[in-house]
């Protein structure tokens, strides 16, 4: 006689009862923790460096909702490492399910729309056009902010206010099964409007990233403008290369999972597939909590003077690098004031004519 299987999916089959597709996070709950502790104290030390440094333009307004969002993926993280590994009380899985797995969710977009603010920044940085200047102001930024955090709480809070089903008691819980017909719909309608959101994100990285190495390839011929355009296409390179590394893959593989969470896809191996897949590219969306303080770093000047002022040692560089910044923004701010110059004297040419008049002087 035959030995019986001890696969799940085939007892599942046999047994005719609920498919278990979350009975192997072993490893991915070894990964999870890794991340979490090693981008534990970069992140609070991000927090204490903008703490100390001045937001006063449009980088560092993003730069701070990118680490808010990166802070609510830590407060939910703890809460989906013991809800995989099994050890969570009954009702503290039930909450995972409801409210801190829809907070890992808010946090992953948020983070996408940020990052994605910050590369068309970048971009817009370096162009010192009149539109440019205006789009960087920080009091449109800080509305930009908030219209993303509304409407990322209006998608994602019925995820946990919508009434649950009543399930017995099970190690393995998977969070759908809590949802009801209503709750799934929403569900799925969740996961469509932030794949548009991520899709128009990917235009907006796909169009600055673009315009950057147009930009590059045509101030070749002229050393002055090939460094300005060589120093913005690296760091929009850098962000968009984060970008593509975390968000990407999670994106090929969540419509398919999601005909599973629904029903449409009733194979137990196909869905055991799906759910292991999706796993795996969200530990890669996980992984920038790694990058982004890398990324505050090299981005942001007071975030490095802030973060160099705790070591003695680099006491002088953070003097030095103030010094460039402080030159950077005299230089920058005369580019402003000559292009307003050329836009008024376009509205109005006939001003500088009178003033040319009136300075003439008399026979």
């Excluded at 909702?65 to 809460?79: E, G, I, S, T």
């Excluded at 006491?315 to 050329?342: C, I, N, P």
Aim: one cysteine or more.
């Amino acid at each position: 006689m035959m030995p019986p299987s001890t696969d799940s999916s085939a007892g599942a089959a046999e047994m005719g009862k609920e498919c278990i597709v979350n009975d192997q996070m072993g490893p991915f709950i070894v990964i999870y923790i890794l991340i979490f502790i090693i981008s534990l104290p970069g992140n609070l030390l991000s927090v204490w460096a903008f703490i100390r440094s001045p937001r006063t333009n449009s980088t560092s307004v993003y730069l701070v909702n990118l680490l808010v969002a990166d802070l609510l993926l830590l407060l939910a993280l703890p809460f989906k490492i013991l809800k995989d590994l099994g050890v969570m009380p009954w009702n503290l899985m039930v909450f995972h399910c409801q409210a801190s797995a829809v907070t890992i969710y808010i946090s992953l977009y948020a983070s996408i729309a940020f990052l994605t603010f910050i590369i068309t920044d970048r971009y817009l940085q370096d162009c010192h056009s009149l539109n440019s200047l205006r789009l960087r102001e920080v009091g449109f930024a800080r509305l930009l902010s908030l219209v993303v955090w509304l409407m990322l709480l209006l998608i994602m809070v019925p995820n946990m206010a919508l009434p649950t089903n009543k399930v017995q008691e099970q190690q393995y819980l998977k969070c759908s099964s809590l949802k009801t017909s209503i709750g799934l719909h929403w569900h799925s309608l969740t996961v469509f409007l932030c794949t548009v959101l991520f899709l128009n994100a990917s235009a907006g990285v796909l169009i600055s990233s673009g315009l950057a190495l147009k930009r590059l390839l045509r101030s070749r011929k002229d050393p002055k403008l090939w460094v300005n355009a060589r120093r913005a296409a690296v760091s929009v390179a850098a962000v968009v290369l984060a970008y593509i590394l975390c968000f990407v893959p999670y994106h090929i593989v969540r419509l398919p999972y999601t005909l599973a969470q629904t029903k449409v896809i009733t194979d137990c191996q196909t869905q055991r597939k799906l759910f292991l897949g999706k796993e795996s590219t969200l530990l890669l969306t996980v992984l920038h909590l790694c990058f982004d303080p890398l990324l505050f770093f090299y981005l942001y000047e007071p975030f490095r003077q802030a973060f160099r002022r705790m070591f003695p040692c680099c006491r002088s560089q953070a003097a030095s690098d103030a010094e460039q910044q402080a030159a950077q923004e005299m230089m920058q701010t005369a580019a402003s004031a000559r292009q307003e110059d050329a836009v008024n004297t376009r509205v109005n040419p006939c001003s500088t004519l009178t003033g040319e008049v009136a300075q003439r002087p008399k026979a």
